[in-house]
């Protein structure tokens, strides 16, 4: 019988190693995968856990499995390939899956587990490092409401807001529409802070009544003083944002033109070398396309 204090968790990147950290403090029991077997023991010798061969071992006598990895074809090998959850679950296990992979993965990954007796949980975050290392991300879920019922415990370890946004694919789709918007103000931004300081204004007056008034967002937050000083240390990386507003395009059944023209910037970006950076780097992009430097 699985014990509800025991979970499976899959992949220990930048944001899962944090996340699993979240559990562990909360008192949870953990069983790690991670694709770099070293990574995953290193971590679990500073936190304390168990190392999993298989995904399918991490599923043994877990309640949930946790999957943080990059994209949709990874979590349908993480959990219905060869040695995947599905492999060693018993029935009625509640997978919950983190990665952003958008609600055509999600569902027809819940499909493939459904066929296996297991059930998914689409659970997408936001709020980058800062919050993963604090267990204050945002959590968007899709799924029955008895399998998001038993997922809670563990996602309000890892998040201070969980939003059941409705059924299987929905938190996918709330995940990728918000990070499109945040895109867009990114590029937004950008594009301001380079025609002020191409007509000579002053940026930290910008920058002041901005944040006081109507022209203030999360992005100006968190944003400006990355993008003044050409600072990319990765937070959310390029490659990911572009991924993720790509999957919101893909999703969409009519135009998102701003997320459309952010997508190019943040490709462009890619491929000028910063896709491992944080997607702020998409201002080497946009000065490019403007033709002036910050």
Request: with cysteine.
């Given at each position: 019988m699985?014990?509800?204090?025991?979970i499976?968790?899959i992949g220990l990147?930048?944001?899962g190693?944090l996340?699993?950290?979240?559990?562990?403090?909360?008192?949870?029991?953990?069983t790690?995968?991670n694709?770099?077997t070293?990574?995953?023991?290193?971590?679990?010798?500073?936190?304390?856990?168990?190392?999993?061969?298989?995904p399918a071992q991490?599923?043994?006598?877990?309640e949930?499995?946790?999957s943080m990895v990059?994209?949709?074809?990874?979590v349908e090998?993480?959990?219905?390939?060869?040695?995947g959850?599905?492999?060693?679950?018993?029935?009625?296990l509640v997978c919950v899956?983190c990665?952003?992979?958008?609600p055509?993965?999600a569902?027809?990954?819940g499909a493939?587990l459904a066929?296996?007796?297991l059930r998914?949980?689409d659970a997408?975050?936001?709020?980058?490092?800062?919050?993963?290392?604090?267990g204050?991300?945002?959590?968007?879920?899709?799924g029955?409401?008895?399998?998001?019922?038993?997922a809670q415990?563990a996602?309000?370890?890892?998040?201070?807001?969980?939003v059941?946004?409705?059924a299987?694919g929905?938190g996918q789709l709330v995940?990728v529409i918000?990070?499109?918007?945040a895109a867009a103000n990114?590029?937004?931004?950008a594009?301001a802070?380079?025609t002020g300081?191409?007509?000579?204004a002053?940026?930290?007056?910008?920058l002041a009544?901005m944040?006081?008034?109507?022209?203030?967002s999360r992005m100006?937050e968190l944003?400006a003083?990355p993008?003044?000083a050409?600072d990319?240390?990765?937070?959310?990386?390029?490659?990911?944002m572009a991924k993720?507003?790509?999957?919101c395009?893909?999703?969409?059944?009519?135009?998102?033109?701003?997320?459309?023209?952010?997508l190019?910037d943040?490709r462009?970006?890619?491929?000028?070398g910063f896709a491992?950076?944080?997607?702020?780097a998409?201002?080497e992009?946009?000065?490019?396309?403007?033709?002036?430097?910050?």
């Amino acid at each position: 019988m699985a014990d509800e204090r025991r979970i499976g968790f899959i992949g220990l990147g930048l944001m899962g190693a944090l996340m699993a950290a979240s559990l562990r403090r909360a008192g949870f029991e953990l069983t790690v995968w991670n694709r770099t077997t070293e990574k995953a023991e290193r971590w679990a010798a500073e936190h304390g856990a168990r190392v999993a061969k298989t995904p399918a071992q991490v599923a043994d006598g877990a309640e949930l499995v946790i999957s943080m990895v990059v994209d949709g074809p990874q979590v349908e090998a993480v959990l219905l390939g060869a040695d995947g959850v599905a492999d060693g679950a018993s029935a009625g296990l509640v997978c919950v899956d983190c990665t952003t992979i958008g609600p055509r993965w999600a569902r027809e990954i819940g499909a493939g587990l459904a066929e296996r007796g297991l059930r998914l949980v689409d659970a997408p975050v936001t709020g980058s490092t800062p919050a993963a290392r604090d267990g204050t991300l945002t959590i968007m879920t899709g799924g029955e409401p008895e399998d998001v019922a038993r997922a809670q415990p563990a996602l309000a370890a890892m998040g201070s807001k969980v939003v059941h946004a409705g059924a299987l694919g929905q938190g996918q789709l709330v995940k990728v529409i918000n990070n499109a918007v945040a895109a867009a103000n990114a590029v937004t931004l950008a594009e301001a802070l380079l025609t002020g300081a191409a007509a000579g204004a002053d940026l930290d007056a910008l920058l002041a009544v901005m944040s006081a008034g109507s022209g203030s967002s999360r992005m100006l937050e968190l944003k400006a003083a990355p993008m003044r000083a050409h600072d990319y240390t990765p937070l959310f990386r390029t490659a990911h944002m572009a991924k993720d507003v790509a999957l919101c395009l893909e999703s969409s059944p009519s135009e998102f033109r701003a997320a459309a023209l952010a997508l190019e910037d943040l490709r462009d970006a890619e491929r000028e070398g910063f896709a491992d950076a944080d997607f702020v780097a998409l201002i080497e992009a946009v000065q490019e396309r403007m033709g002036q430097r910050l």
